[in-house]
């Protein structure tokens, strides 16, 4: 069982994995109150808030390394390799994703942002802290329909995130076509955000197999 196997003395990798998720929720709220903050027309710094997002991005590097170096060095595992390979990896892929929109809304120089940006970041919000309590929770594995029921909700955010970028395209393509240089601009902004909600997606997979292995 799952939780006999968590309370031995190798429970780094959950410590591993509540950091990364921890991290990647600053990162998700620090996108949603920059997109915010450009959207109110704030004073806002538009590169140090990109900074801030890279900056996160690089701690989570430094925790996926770890827990791959980690994962090399340590012979027996409390759940599958792959496991741990693979949901540590997915988790880096979002604060990835959502790195690389900052970075391109700062290189870009984009001062006026889209309703469709905000809402995505918003859904990216939601489901960061809905995986975060889900990781959490691997620790008590007897709270496996909690853990599903988390892991059903960052389903329906995916959802929303498909429909949202479908919605995002019509409305670029329909209010700029005279303007492709900005249609393009925004095109691999939207792409970012909208990946980043399918590598939640992917974490939750992840977490839901894991949780029914064991459970």
Known sequence: MLGSIIGSKDK????????????????ANTLYNFLVAIGNKSPVNITEEAKKIKDIEHACDTITHETIETLNRTF???????????????????????????????????ETITP?????????????EILKHSINSMRHIKN?????SHCVQIHTLENEGDQL????????????????????KWKEIYENLEVATDRCEDVANIIEGIVLKYA
Not at 16 to 26: M, N, S, Y
Not at 93 to 108: K, T, W
Not at 116 to 128: H, R
Not at 175 to 182: A, C, F, L, M, Q
């Open 12 to 27: 780094v990798f959950y410590d591993l994995f509540e950091k990364a998720a921890v991290r990647i929720c600053e990162g």
């Open 76 to 110: 027996v595992t409390p759940i599958d390799r792959e496991d741990i390979h693979l949901l540590i990896t997915k988790m880096d892929d979002i604060m990835d994703l959502m790195d690389s929109a900052a970075s391109r809304i700062a290189l870009y120089k984009i």
């Open 116 to 128: 469709e940006a905000v809402s995505f970041a918003e859904i990216l919000k939601k489901g960061c």
């Open 144 to 148: 496996y329909r909690e853990i599903i």
């Open 165 to 184: 970028l479908h919605k995002a395209m019509v409305n670029l393509f329909e209010k700029e076509k005279d303007n492709p240089i900005y249609v393009i």
